[in-house]
């Protein structure tokens, strides 16, 4: 089993910063997926950014150049540093990590996520 748990979200002001974590823990071989996803009232469930072994880190359109994404392969954890927050950006934050645990089986977890909250 593995277990992918977020932590950071808040209340932050527009203009201002906050960054979010997420480790995954468990019987994990290799992970080659750790992306953040975020979801609106309303609204589907949307890439916002993510880092692949193979083709390193990209970004939403709306996010780039105020998101980044750092990955610790060693521990098996990511966050998203986020500067210069919208209101637009207010929603619910997942963690979605990819991999193969020690059994030999491809994994897909989601976190329970972290709600981010940017006031006006």
Do not use: H
């Not at 906050?18 to 468990?26: F, N, Q, T, V, W």
């Not at 589907?44 to 359109?61: C, F, H, K, P, Q």
């Not at 996010?63 to 980044?68: D, H, I, N, S």
């Amino acid at each position: 089993q593995v277990q992918v748990v977020e932590s950071g979200g808040g209340l932050v002001q527009a203009g201002g910063s906050l960054r979010l974590s997420c480790a995954a823990s468990g019987n994990i071989l290799s992970i080659n997926y750790m992306g953040w996803y975020r979801q609106a009232p309303g609204k589907t469930r949307d890439l916002v950014a993510e880092n692949t072994n193979i083709g390193g880190s990209s970004y939403a359109d709306s996010v780039k150049g105020r998101f980044t994404i750092f990955r610790d392969s060693p521990r098996n954890t990511s966050s998203l540093q986020m500067n210069s927050l919208k209101p637009e950006d207010t929603a619910v934050y997942y963690c979605n990590v990819r991999g193969t645990t020690t059994r030999r089986r491809a994994f897909n977890f989601w976190g329970q996520g972290t709600q981010v909250t940017v006031s006006a």
